[in-house]
């Protein structure tokens, strides 16, 4: 199996490539890298939701999809446990990792926030992709306060 | 979990192709694709895993090629793929070994799509071996000969000593 490290430095390299290739960005080309990173997460996403062990797959709740994400996907990702899940019961829900493992290698604390969003667009994406193998539409958006912890706010969209 | 960095690796190059459709003639795109890309990113991480590999393995330095070739295949390779490729076809001048990769797992799930018989797909190993030993002092070539994506029985990496880096001192410190 491959080691974590390996997928670190690897996600690492995708966000580079991605500003590589527009040195100068402007507010458009920004908004652009961040969706192809997205999109990249999606398809992974999509591909680890058929892959993991779905046991308790008669998932009778949105709630049930959520506690998935929040302890085997991130197990399976990042060998951890999601820090907390919050909801609003109307389709709104929030999940915090105190110390995200993309970003803990940067820093501590209030330094390079302003880079931080570039580091999270493909776990969105990876998020979101979980959920659409599982047959659920949303939109995933990601916050930083301070480094390295983050949260994720998925916004299920009702058919 | 191992299938992360596969299925992202994955995502990484077909996105890759995808960008390359889009402003460049398809022909032209198939040449360009394996050597400014990949090799570039490959290499970045090998310079920065090379740190990890050395704090966590215990390995000293090596005296010859023959060594590095061992510590690559038995503890490297074994760390981070989770695999042990066999060392084969030592040249007579003991510069130059191939790395057999019976199972590959960057290409588990992958089928080389026709229009992309030229990609070399699993690129990036190269660049990390390239990069991960310059940070050693040791300038080498590695490119891959074989590949079962296209058919070959095995995949084969050939590696090739080209020179030791010197240190290079500050100007006026010898």
Known sequence: MADPALFEFLHTEMVAELWAQDPDPGPGGQKTSLLVLEGMGFRVGQALGERLPREMLAFREELDVLKFLCKDLWVAVFHKQMDSLRTNHQGTYVLQDNSFPLLVRMASGLQYLEEAPKFLAFTCGLLRGTLSTLGVKSLVTASVAALPACKFQVVIQKP | ?174
Not at chain 2, 87 to 95: Q, R, Y
Request: glycine share 6%; aromatic share 10%; hydrophobic share 40%.
């Open chain 2, 1 to 174: 979990s191992s299938e992360l960095f596969t299925l992202t690796y994955g995502a990484l190059v077909t996105q890759l192709c995808k960008d390359y459709e889009n402003d460049e003639d398809v022909n032209k795109q198939l040449d360009k694709i394996q050597l400014p890309h990949f090799f570039p990113r490959g290499y970045n991480i090998g310079v920065r895993l090379i740190e990890d590999f050395l704090a966590r393995s215990n390995v000293g330095r090596c005296h010859d090629f023959r060594e590095t070739a061992d510590v690559i295949a038995k503890v490297a390779f074994k760390m981070y793929l989770g695999i042990t490729p066999s060392i084969t076809n030592w040249s007579p001048a003991g510069d130059e070994f191939s790395l057999i990769l019976e199972n590959n797992p960057l290409v588990d799930f992958v089928e080389l799509p026709d229009n992309h018989s030229t990609l070399i797909y699993s690129n990036l190993l190269c660049g990390v071996l390239r990069g991960a030993l310059e940070m050693v002092q040791m300038a080498v070539e590695a490119k891959f000969v074989q590949d079962t994506l296209k058919g070959d029985g095995v995949t084969e990496i050939r590696m090739r000593f080209i020179r030791r880096i010197e240190d290079n001192l500050p100007a006026g410190e010898e």
